[in-house]
């Protein structure tokens, strides 16, 4: 078999057909670079000491800083803005009512469900935040009838 003809194969059948049945060694300048990509996986990988358990402060929320944290305030930040664009409508589209000195809006869901579906498809999703940020009252079974 000539040297242009040959299949290739791994790296031992090519030394064992050239008569070499010693690997060679890498190069000073391959052996520090493995060394440093070994020394930097091991900072990036975690470690036991910074696995936090349920109990701990810091367990659920990323590291502040990071870019995970800066999705989750972006994130935040537009959920917010849905939910006042959802309060302004409820206010706009509502029949005012004055409760224990307060002022509310009530609207029925299939009302605003026929205003906000040309808005936007998340308005339950959005109906949920809102209350659990106080922003509105609705008893739980209210939006799975």
């Avoid at 900072?43 to 000491?49: A, E, H, Q, R, W």
């Avoid at 959802?86 to 706009?92: F, H, N």
């Amino acid at each position: 078999m000539s040297s242009n003809t040959r299949k290739a194969g791994t790296a031992a059948e090519a030394m064992s057909e050239q008569g070499n049945s010693k690997p060679r060694k890498p190069s000073p300048e391959i052996c520090s670079l493995m060394m440093q990509l070994s020394a930097k996986l091991e900072t990036l990988s975690p470690s036991v000491k910074d696995h936090l358990t349920p109990c701990d402060p810091g367990y659920g929320t990323p590291v502040e800083g990071s870019v995970t944290a800066f999705r989750g305030r972006k994130a935040h930040n537009q959920i917010a803005r849905e939910i006042i664009e959802l309060c302004q409508i409820i206010t706009m589209y509502g029949q005012k009512r004055e409760e224990s000195s307060s002022l509310c809006f009530v609207i029925l869901f299939g009302d605003l469900f026929n205003i906000y579906s040309t808005i936007s498809s998340k308005l339950v999703g959005l109906l949920l935040r809102a209350r659990k940020y106080k922003l509105l009252q609705f008893s739980g079974e209210t939006l799975f009838q």
